[in-house]
């Protein structure tokens, strides 16, 4: 357990061979920067006063760093950080296209590779976030809410009981029995705002309320941290509900505060006091980096276009073909499709209009980088088992130029057709790209992008994660990929 609470950069002096500098003590030097791969770049900042990663758990994001060969940089918020890195640890992403910010714990570093790989292909939104009556604790910078769900009361039910004035009181009591959390009519919540959602459950027999209770971390809304329902969390008479609800307010506030020490499971996290100077992503050196070059392959530029095409595998092990989200500001709950088949046939002299095309997933390819997750939307929400894939075909295509494909021109289209999911089919518009390129062995192909939107509860009924609507109701495709000629 020492271990966690050293400097934990230390280890990096270790590994000067693998392209990092020594790490002398004082602040400023606290600052490591991976070998440079690219134009993208994982940010981690820290707290040397306030450590919380451990020698294992820098090693191994640096160790993904390097696989995903994406530049890797440490800084510690001591000598300053952007108004936006509001705890520690926290993970950014960014390139020339923009900035994100890591929605996730930091152990489980598949859901850091789903979050670098998603935000290559797509950054995430802006929008507001004004969340409503809701429990806030505010430390210096640092904001943690605790959104509440009381059940109706269970049980011996008093007859024309009115259940939505006795939660609207229950909700009251539960905030005065919290001494850091205060209840606030509306509150904006950021990226980087944490929580923890807990749910009580009333139940009253012969004159007696017990309630039961669980805690949610926001970055996993399957596996509870905390749960209490064999043994109710707290008891007491029907008459002092109002003690009683004050007590389990004071215990899951005593449960939140070791959840957020929690150094095994990644829920841990550091205060960033308002002592931490503010500065900017460029006074830290932090600046987007410049878009780069585009390198136009021209050899065998001259190649004939031929008429049928099939998805060729992703190339590139870094960078995905499909990625899907949710609306901002839920487009953290973010995944990928790992693979993609289909084929596209063009129309009279390799035109698109009168093309053809039926592309496919496979339910099993879907991955939102955590078991938990992957196993709820796989099995429960898209039941893989009866559905095990989902299509889009399509015969008909609006294009704004029907003129031949050429090497070097991007022609914008909107693919007509149907989609299908869940067994269930609903017509569907993609609007997209298509371009001639040449890969890097001078070999032909066929580069698409696509972004679209599709109904998820209107159409599906799928229930997306806890928010706003359209956001938690509406999916967000991003796509990219390669056809090979046939």
């Given at each position: 357990m020492f271990l966690k609470y050293i400097l934990p950069l230390l280890f990096f002096v270790?590994?000067?061979?693998?392209?990092?500098?020594?790490?002398?003590?004082?602040?400023?030097?606290?600052e490591l920067v991976a070998p440079c791969y690219g134009y993208d770049q994982l940010i981690l900042f820290v707290n040397s006063e306030s450590p919380i990663l451990d020698t294992e758990d820098l090693d191994v994001l640096k160790k993904l760093a390097d696989k995903i060969e994406v530049d890797f940089?440490?800084?510690?918020?001591?000598?300053?950080?952007?108004?936006?890195?509001?705890?520690?640890?926290?993970i950014v992403f960014q390139n020339s296209e923009g900035r994100s910010f890591y929605y996730g714990r930091y152990k489980k570093t598949s859901r850091v590779k789903n979050f670098i790989r998603a935000s290559r292909l797509a950054h995430q939104g802006d929008t507001d976030n004004v969340k409503k009556d809701i429990l806030v604790w505010k430390n210096g910078r640092t904001a943690v809410t605790a959104p509440i769900k009381?059940?109706?009361?269970?049980?011996?039910?008093?007859?024309?009981?009115?259940?939505?004035?006795?939660?609207?009181?229950a909700k009251a009591s539960v905030a005065q029995g919290m001494s850091d959390f205060g209840k606030m009519s509306e509150f904006e919540q950021s990226r980087t705002t944490r929580s923890f959602y807990f749910n009580l459950y009333p139940y009253l027999s012969e004159g007696s309320l017990t309630i039961s209770a669980e805690i949610y971390s926001q970055y996993n809304c399957v596996k509870p941290v905390f749960q209490?329902?064999?043994?109710?969390?707290?008891?007491?008479?029907?008459?002092?509900?109002?003690?009683?609800?004050?007590?389990?307010?004071?215990?899951?506030?005593?449960?939140?505060?070791?959840?957020?020490?929690?150094?095994?499971?990644?829920?841990a996290l550091s205060f960033i006091s308002d002592d931490i100077p503010v500065k900017d992503w460029k006074a830290l050196g932090l600046e987007l980096p410049e878009k780069p070059q585009n390198q136009v392959n021209t050899k065998n530029k001259a190649a004939k276009i031929s008429q049928n095409w099939k998805v060729e595998a992703p190339q590139n092990k870094n960078e995905p073909i499909l990625i899907f989200s949710f609306l901002p500001p839920l487009d953290s709950y973010v995944g990928e499709a790992t693979a993609l088949s289909g084929t596209l046939n063009l129309g009279e002299n390799n035109t698109l209009t009168g093309a053809k095309g039926s592309f496919e997933v496979q339910i099993s390819d879907i991955t939102m980088g955590l078991d938990d997750l992957d196993n709820e939307v796989q099995n429960k929400m898209l039941k893989m088992d009866m559905f095990p894939n989902s299509t889009f075909t399509f015969e008909?295509?609006?294009?704004?130029?029907?003129?031949?494909?050429?090497?070097?021109?991007s022609?914008?289209?909107t693919a007509?057709?149907?989609?299908?999911?869940?067994?269930?089919?609903?017509?569907l518009n993609v609007p997209a790209q298509i371009e001639p390129v040449i890969n890097e062995k001078g070999e032909l192909r066929l580069q698409v992008s696509a972004t679209f939107q599709l109904p998820l509860y209107s159409i599906f009924k799928v229930a997306g994660p806890d928010g706003p609507s359209p956001a938690k109701d509406t999916l967000q495709f991003y796509m990219k990929f390669l056809l090979l000629s046939l």
């Open positions: 270790s590994n000067v061979e693998r392209g990092f500098q020594p790490l002398p003590s004082t602040h400023e030097k606290q940089s440490v800084k510690d918020v001591v000598d300053g950080a952007p108004q936006e890195v509001t705890y520690t640890p926290s009381l059940t109706d009361l269970a049980g011996e039910v008093p007859s024309g009981f009115d259940q939505e004035e006795f939660i609207r009181e209490q329902f064999d043994e109710a969390l707290v008891s007491g008479t029907w008459r002092n509900r109002d003690k009683v609800f004050a007590e389990a307010g004071k215990l899951i506030e005593t449960e939140i505060k070791r959840q957020i020490k929690n150094l095994e499971n990644g829920d008909e295509i609006e294009a704004k130029n029907d003129a031949p494909l050429k090497f070097g021109t022609r914008e289209f007509k057709g149907i989609f299908m999911m869940l067994g269930i089919e609903t017509p």
